[in-house]
């Protein structure tokens, strides 16, 4: 998770977070959310996700949407990282579905 944080901030990302979600769902632990101004610059920031997760020795199981204006997501297992255009993502509102706190209810 580090290593994508890192990554997108170092290529210039805009309004990164970070949400952990291991409380919400088995499927992952952490939801990286940033977005890029331009499909290119999108782009630039998953490449540079994944060079940053292979330097760390970290594995890639899948990727999508790399020539999408819209949204790219890299799955890291622990963690998924969603590159998304300023539009979708005010559009999706990921934060509003994932960023609930985790409770002592239960």
């Known amino acids: 998770m580090t290593a994508i ?3 997108v901030t170092d290529a210039k990302a805009q309004n990164v977070k970070v ?5 919400l769902t088995s499927v992952t632990d952490h939801l990286i959310i940033c977005s890029g101004t331009s499909n290119r610059h999108m782009r630039h920031l998953a490449e540079e ?3 940053g997760l292979r330097e760390a020795g ?3 199981l899948n990727t999508e949407g790399m020539d999408s204006n819209d949204w790219i997501i890299v799955d890291a297992g622990d ?5 998304m255009s300023e539009e979708a993502r005010e559009f999706y509102q990921l934060e509003g579905l994932w960023d609930i706190a985790e409770t002592d209810e239960a």
């Open 58 to 60: 970290l594995e890639i």
């Open 5 to 7: 944080e890192a990554a």
């Open 79 to 83: 963690a998924v990282l969603h590159v």
């Open 49 to 51: 996700a994944i060079k």
């Open 19 to 23: 949400l952990s979600v291991k409380h």
